[in-house]
């Protein structure tokens, strides 16, 4: 990661808030350019991953199983210890545990890709993420805050997300055959290699901006969420370490581990906290707060991942 393109990230951020801040009218406009531009982002990135490489990584079972059991089993764990520590107010509690037990299945990819780790693998984790996710988050509400906070999870509230995974992912596999056997389809090839970092620019002028009034709104509760955040983002990265250096993992697997579990799937368990009801607002804030915060925890981790939390051997 070239120290132009993490100032890219940078600006992107600070423009986005302040526009966000003086213009509240363009949050509405923004926030329906987010799936496009992620459909857009997730595009350029699979078009850089063979579909053979995929297939190959679906293999490495001890990958998956360490993924599988930290995103599901430790990190819960984690998130259950830190919110307890919180303020004991139901909606704060709420809203952290939404947006915190549910790993990423959109931008986690590009990240993984931008910070050295293996793109294969994260494609082939996602579909494995996002199902379980579904299964086990109605769950872990009532294991870790009681049946007051059980919820269920509703497709039309989870049709962006999968159409912007899918929708992108399958359109590369259609056309990966003209974009590596004809000489025009691997120029287009390598020209959208060079997309996803003003992509993801895009992608994360258009969050900030959209969300910053919303954030502004819960700004009393900044410090604790911000608090939180950061020390689950530690913890994550944390764990990848050990995780990594335990069960042996390769460098790029150990990198991918560390942005499954560092990023968290704010786009998808929004809607379901917008449709609490009233007298739950908080949450839905906390949510927004959360992927502002995961911003910046993540133009950060693009350095320190690939070089200390797993750096080459």
Partial sequence: ????????????TVLGVALGARRPAVADVLEVAVWPALAALLLATFTQTPLAAIRAAMRDRRFFVTALVANFVLLPMLVWA??????????????????????CTDWFITFTQLGRGDTAR?????????????????????????????????????WPALVVVLGPLLLAISAEPLLRRQPAGERVRAGLGHAPVPLLAAV??????SNAETA??????????????????????LLAKVSTAVVGLSAPAGRTLAFTLATRN???????????PAGWELAALVVVMQSLVELLGMIICLRVVPRWVVPDR
């Fill in 1 to 12: 990661m070239q120290r132009h393109q993490v100032w890219a990230y940078v600006v992107a």
């Fill in 82 to 103: 830190l919110v307890g520590l919180v303020p004991a107010d139901d909606a704060l509690r709420l809203g952290l545990l939404l947006v915190l037990l549910v790993p």
């Fill in 122 to 158: 994260a494609v082939a984790l996602t579909p494995m993420n996002l199902v379980l996710q579904l299964v086990l988050l109605p769950v872990y509400l009532w294991l870790l805050a009681g049946p007051q906070f059980s919820i269920s999870v509703r497709v039309q509230d989870l």
């Fill in 204 to 209: 994360i002028f258009a969050v900030a901006a």
């Fill in 216 to 237: 502004w709104q819960a700004r009393t509760f900044l410090p604790v969420v911000l608090a939180v955040v950061t020390a689950f983002l530690v913890g994550a990265l």
């Fill in 266 to 276: 704010s786009f998808v368990v929004l809607p379901v906290a917008l449709a609490l």
